[in-house]
């Protein structure tokens, strides 16, 4: 795939990316690629992979889940992907019982149990989910997100750093003042982290007006960043709001749907 990234579009550092968008001298087919959350596999899988192809992207980075933290989606996803059970019973919690038996069966427990806690506050996120893995009778493991070391090796390996926040809440959900906390000690800490600026962003979930807000983006403003992406399909032109650029993630693994979903995107209003 980045073979084909490399191969059809001129590929940029977003930094680069938004200066050019901003003053109007954007290459033809101009392209970034990133990656949200701050996962291990960032590091040990698709850092390699980029270097090889000669290829920059950034990631952004939960900070409050590095160095043994765990999002609270991957504690449902590895309780119910581990558990010998043949029925997880959450009656007690209000997400009824599943069976998980079948990999079929694992896999519609876990996007029901996500869909129901998703828009859940931060702190009931976390009670709820510890709850599941109990009753799961499985310990998840503590190693799936990066390590502060390795944000460091990603950033000295040319690869830029974005902040996501600390714990990746709903900001729709949140006051101003919550919202900005979050925002602004994602950035502070990999300000410290990295000895260097972090003026990129991305909204956690990013979906306008349902994940974050008018509001979001005025905080995100008032805290100096130079740009912030959304996942709202489609591609950002000279005018756009540089807080809010489009993004959008091609799944396909063969060339031409890929192409195709590309082409479809880039279409997208």
């Keep these: ?71 609270w989606n991957d504690t449902i996803i590895e309780s119910v992907r581990a558990c010998k059970l043949q029925k997880v019973e959450l009656d007690s919690l209000g997400l009824g019982s599943y069976g998980v038996t079948t990999i079929a069966e694992k896999q519609s427990a876990i996007a029901a149990l996500i869909r129901q806690i998703k828009y859940c506050s931060v702190e009931d996120r976390v009670t709820t989910t510890r709850a599941i893995a109990e009753q799961a009778k499985v310990q998840p493991p503590n190693d799936l997100m ?38 602004q000690g994602s950035k502070t800490t990999l300000e410290k982290l990295l000895g260097d600026r972090v003026g990129l962003f991305a909204y956690p979930n990013g979906k306008p007006e349902e994940d974050y807000t008018t509001q979001s983006v005025g ?47 880039l279409r997208s209003k």
């Design 219 to 265: 905080v995100v403003r008032e805290l100096g960043f130079d740009a912030a992406v959304s996942t709202r399909w489609g591609s950002s032109t000279l005018g756009d709001d540089l807080l809010q650029i489009r993004r959008f993630t091609p799944w396909d693994r063969t060339k031409l749907r890929f192409a195709a979903r590309m082409w479809t995107n």
């Design 1 to 71: 795939m980045c073979g084909w990234v490399r191969a059809w579009f001129n590929v940029l550092p977003l930094d680069s990316a938004v200066a050019r968008l901003r003053d109007g001298n954007l290459p033809e087919r101009a392209a970034c690629i990133t990656f949200d959350d701050g996962y291990a596999d960032n590091c040990h899988v698709a850092l390699p992979i980029l270097q090889r192809h000669g290829l920059t992207a950034t990631f952004f980075i939960a900070t409050g889940f590095l160095d043994g933290g765990r999002m």
């Design 146 to 183: 990066m390590t502060s070391f390795e944000v460091k090796k990603m950033h000295q390996a040319g690869m830029q750093i974005g902040a996501h926040t600390v714990n990746h809440p709903i900001l729709a959900r949140m006051t101003r003042d919550e919202a900005s906390l979050e925002i």
